[in-house]
């Protein structure tokens, strides 16, 4: 039974992976948004398994609850709050281009795996392949936040760096409380809000997404 577990866990981590590097390499904001669900999906799915394969009935709730939030609720507010035009015509502006961040992204997955036996063991046999691969997705995330100009582009960066910390969490500590587990998965909801509301702002206000651009929005009356 363990073994079909592990091997479903193994798929599911694999296609995390991959859609932390699709993100890094597409040049559209809906792409991105596409890639951070299929990596929300792939996380909760490891994470339900993780939770058969446990025995931790806490997980399920984790699992159930991310998969709600990340590639169901907050897409969708994105497009409610962010002008449309950004997502279908839109493309990203990023410091390097796709090739040399893809090289980049390669080696931060290698320091990932020889860095991993120097943190703590996962309690679990199922979570040692997490460990590594939450670790890439983490440096991988941190890599695209840095890479990005854009408002819209970092926050999307912004997620998968919480969807690797989490991976990364379950891994090693299953047992802890949910509250602990849900409560940046329920402020990513809140920052979803928030910066969508700014990035509209400030396209309307100034025709840019860039970060640099949100310095022109001053309040008026205020010397």
């Not at 596409?34 to 909760?44: E, G, K, T």
């Not at 990203?92 to 063991?121: C, D, H, R, W």
């Not at 587990?181 to 920052?191: C, E, L, S, T």
Request: charged residues 10%; hydrophobic residues 55%; glycine residues 8%.
């Amino acid at each position: 039974m363990n073994l079909p577990i592990a091997s479903l866990n193994g798929l599911a981590t694999g296609l995390f992976l991959l859609s932390a590097f699709g993100s890094l390499a597409t040049r559209q904001i809906q792409g991105c948004v596409r890639f951070f669900r299929l990596q929300s999906f792939a996380l909760a799915a490891s994470i339900f398994l993780l939770a058969m394969g446990t025995h931790v009935s806490d997980l399920v709730v984790v699992a159930v609850v991310d998969l709600a939030l990340k590639p169901l609720l907050i897409p969708w507010l994105l497009k409610r709050y962010v002008r449309g035009e950004l997502f279908r015509h839109r493309e990203i502006e990023q410091l390097l281009n796709i090739p040399s961040s893809l090289l980049i992204g390669l080696f931060l997955t290698l320091t990932a795996y020889l860095s991993a036996p120097l943190l703590p063991l996962p309690s679990a046999a199922m979570g040692q392949i997490n460990l590594p691969i939450g670790l890439a997705g983490l440096l991988v995330g941190v890599y695209t936040l840095a890479v990005r100009v854009e408002a819209l582009p970092q926050l999307i960066g912004l997620f998968g760096v919480e969807n690797a910390a989490l991976l990364i969490g379950v891994a090693v500590a299953p047992n802890l409380p949910v509250v602990a587990d849900m409560a940046f998965a329920f402020d990513m909801v809140v920052i979803a809000v928030v910066i969508g509301i700014l990035t509209r702002i400030t396209h309307e206000r100034v025709g840019s997404t860039e970060i640099g651009a949100m310095r022109a929005l001053k309040e008026v009356g205020i010397e």
